[in-house]
């Protein structure tokens, strides 16, 4: 048990394996917890080393010396909700010199005037973070978004390699950031070696090389007076989870991106509640959205070629030694690309949107690929119907595998079920309003906006459920835990009608 079960910790990430160590971080920083990666000794189970990505109370003694350092970044009771900054995804290890990369979330609330007072930069927020793989020592820590509030994680993808800068063959560590900057680090030092925006941003103007600090435009932030605030990247980011891929025959990184604004504004008064999203913000997303592969140059730091998609939340990338660039796409494509020039060769339909990275492996002399189809995640599952603009909404899950020559078809699916007239509207207009309200803090962030579901579980209003007495067991008791609808019940204090 990697966190405590009484707090509202969950668990996203896939263990590394490194020297003898599973290395695994965790999530929950929008629910309210305090950040950290564990390892454990791979035979015993034994915990070796614990690094908190967020100074804890200020009255008890740091767990590691920089988080003395760190406290300073930091104002008000941040500790109470735990700070956030959880370690969900990314991680990578250079053996050579011996340290470990991880990338650090968003703040708990996302709001910083309810966070920090609205001041400080609250390391480790959206910082990549190397440690020493025997002891967890902190090495060096570089911040991406200093004091985010639009839940800027830098927990994407690390990719290492070497890379000639300006003549010289330096070490480094890259990431597309959910920020929309694509940062070259020196893998050693976490000295910024160049930053430079891969998609539109409104929230800053460039990274300054100097201070490796972003340039923020001016009233970019929201606070408690409730004065939104319109970004592009939003909070599903330039690039989130879906994995980039680079080759080092073309010196190319491969980067499934996207725009989709966000509009932030603070709950006034907010309270922190036992159960749901604790993030003092509300969100809308804005509708002109975009998705597209982009073949990056990370030393010149600029855009090589493009394939334009229907909308975002495509797939993660596959780059082979042989020119291929393989992804998957939202709209329900696989398709494979001249990694070099970005000319298209060959695309099928596979009946479902695809967000993972496919795998290549080899059997017998004979290449296989192989990919995961299904839709889900943030987008569809918060955005809901109005996901169906990046094209195929329909969640299939299956395990998909190609060879050259294949002849195998996918069966064909079934017919969608109806939508249902819905139940005679009885409530006055309160009660309709408090439910609007509860559905849209606990219920939407899987069921979608306004009920109107995006293809991942079932839209509401095509339930059999809506009107009958199942409906309490499935929404209170957990009659479908086993799918992942959880009971309400214990939370709410209610239980009949
Ligand atoms: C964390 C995601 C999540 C949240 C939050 C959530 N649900 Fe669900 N819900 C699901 C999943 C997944 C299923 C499908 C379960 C299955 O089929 O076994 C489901 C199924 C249902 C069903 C049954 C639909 C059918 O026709 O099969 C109802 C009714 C329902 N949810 C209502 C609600 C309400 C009301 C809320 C808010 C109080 C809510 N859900 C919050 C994930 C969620």
Known sequence: ?????????????APRVIKGRVVIGNSGAEYGVRGYISAYDAETGALAWRFYTVPGDPANPPEQPILAEAAKTWHGEWWKEGGGGTVWESLSYDPELNLIYFGVSNGLEWNQSYRSESQGDNWFLSSIVAVNADTGAYAWHYQCTP??????????????????IDGVTRKVLMQANKNGFFYVLDRKTGQLISAKNFTPVTWASGVDPKTGRPVENPDIRYDKTGKPSSQLPGALGAHSWQAMAFNPKTGLVYVPAQEIGMIYEAVKDFQTAAIGWNIGTATTFKSDVKGYLIAWDPVHQKEVWRANYQGPWNGGILATAGNLVIQGNAAGFFSAYRADTGEKLWSTSVQS????APATYEI???QYIAVMSGWGGAYPLMQGKGSDKSGNTRNVSRVLVFKLGGKTTL???????ALLAPPPDVADAPTVATGNALFDR????CHGQAAVGGGVVPD???SPFIAVDAWYSIVLDGALRQGGMAPFAPYTGLRDP
Request: with cysteine.
């Open 460 to 462: 509401l209003r095509t």
């Open 353 to 356: 949107a695809v967000l993972a």
């Open 147 to 164: 004091g985010e509030e639009w839940d800027f994680d830098a927990v994407q993808q690390l990719i290492l390699a070497n890379l000639p």
């Open 364 to 366: 017998d002399g004979e």
């Open 442 to 445: 606990f219920c939407s962030v």
């Open 411 to 417: 069966p064909s699916l079934p017919a969608e079920p």
């Open 1 to 13: 048990m990697t966190v405590d079960p009484d707090k509202p910790y969950t668990i996203t990430q």
